[in-house]
């Protein structure tokens, strides 16, 4: 399934490079654009690879090979980290380096997770047991609808946000200008990487929960899944309220991570801009994201799929495109703090009818 449907996907990507381009505002000047077609050819080219390897992680994780499946996706990292600088500057290669780098990683991983099948612990996979089962499939592809879900409402979003930094920005007096034109979307995709790194964390500790609700919701120990979430969601908001910190109290050298020394002023001023602003809700987003998560894990998943939707595409994508009408560029950075407060008053209402839930069941359950 993996493998048909990433070759899909691949075509796809191949097929309208550009028209894709232009939907996340990678048109905003022929420079940006040059470069956004040559990273992406690529970046699709490996495609197949990427999904593979992420796939089959977390069943080497099931099979009992927690420490396989982190070195696995760890030695395709650190290969991209060490190619990275090679290929750009040694070899001189550019934007190709970079994405070359990036899938050659993913081929890494991608053949250590073959190589895990081959071997597996628990399970031998035969020749029939990878002939498509039409039950199966419907039964996966239900069970990930709430993920993907998830997953391509983000991506609405962010092709929202995009669009309109490139139309307001060409708005501004000062981005309006060519030289100054790619500032907005090249500081707000930084942003937005050292968001999804703290996403990242935030993720990966509401994930690490999965197995201990299902195997307690199943047990009945509903008072275990009760602290549990307690916990997690203290967690999580500890993990936004230290990146908060970082962001308000460090913005300067958070730039810098990033080769920002020898840009221009504007792009310093903007940069601080959009840290303070866009990312001033940390403690709440990284709740919501706990929240989506844990839900699903207790068998919600109308619950989690609908507040997950209601974040990205009616707040998301409505407050992208209505704040900036009546504040310009501005209005984009504000529409992200707005959507996650909006979205933490439903998360909140939905928190409290599970703990009264749980509470309720462990009282009957004794």
């Not at 920005?169 to 309006?176: H, L, P, R, T, Y």
């Not at 840009?263 to 809700?281: G, N, P, W």
Request: charged fraction near 15%; proline fraction near 3%.
């Amino acid at each position: 399934m993996v493998v048909v449907s990433s070759l899909i996907l691949t075509g796809i990507y191949l097929n309208f490079m550009d028209q894709i381009l232009a939907m996340f505002g990678g048109t905003v000047n022929a420079e940006t654009f040059r470069y956004s077609r040559e990273y992406f050819y690529y970046i699709a080219s490996g495609i197949p690879f990427y999904m593979f390897g992420q796939a089959l992680n977390p069943i080497i994780r099931s099979d009992g090979s927690p420490k396989f499946a982190m070195a696995s996706t760890l030695a395709g990292a650190v290969l991209n980290i060490i190619l990275d600088p090679v290929f750009i500057f040694v070899f001189k290669w550019g934007m190709m380096g970079a994405a070359v780098a990036t899938v050659i990683g993913q081929i890494v991983t991608a053949v250590l997770a073959v190589w895990y099948i081959l071997h597996m612990k628990l399970v031998k996979p035969s020749k029939k047991d990878f002939k498509l089962s039409g039950k199966i499939c419907r039964r996966t592809l239900l069970l990930g609808i709430t993920s993907f879900l998830s997953q391509i409402s983000l991506v609405a979003a962010m092709a929202a946000i995009n669009n309109m930094i490139r139309k307001y920005g060409a708005m501004d007096a000062v981005f309006g200008q060519e030289q100054y034109a790619q500032i907005p979307m090249a500081v707000v995709g930084i942003v937005m990487k050292f968001f999804q790194i703290v996403i990242s964390i935030v993720v990966g500790m509401a994930a690490g929960c999965i197995p201990i609700v299902g195997y307690n919701m199943g047990a009945g120990m509903k008072q275990r899944v009760r602290k549990l979430f307690t916990k997690l969601l203290i967690s999580e908001a500890v993990v936004g309220g230290v990146s908060l910190i970082i962001v308000e109290v460090f913005p300067h050298q958070l730039i810098g991570i990033f080769g920002a020394a020898n840009e221009s002023s504007y792009y310093t001023d903007f940069a601080l801009k959009v840290f303070r602003i866009y990312l001033c809700m940390m403690v709440l987003a990284c709740v919501n994201k706990a929240c989506f998560i844990f839900l699903q894990a207790m068998g919600k998943a109308m619950e989690s799929t609908m507040l997950s939707m209601v974040r990205e595409i009616v707040f998301g994508v409505g407050f992208a495109l209505l704040l900036p009408l009546f504040f310009g560029l501005d209005g984009v950075l504000y529409s992200m703090p707005l959507s996650d407060i909006l979205t933490f008053i439903i998360a909140l209402i939905l928190i409290t009818a599970t703990y009264r839930e749980l509470k309720q069941e462990v009282s009957i359950n004794g």
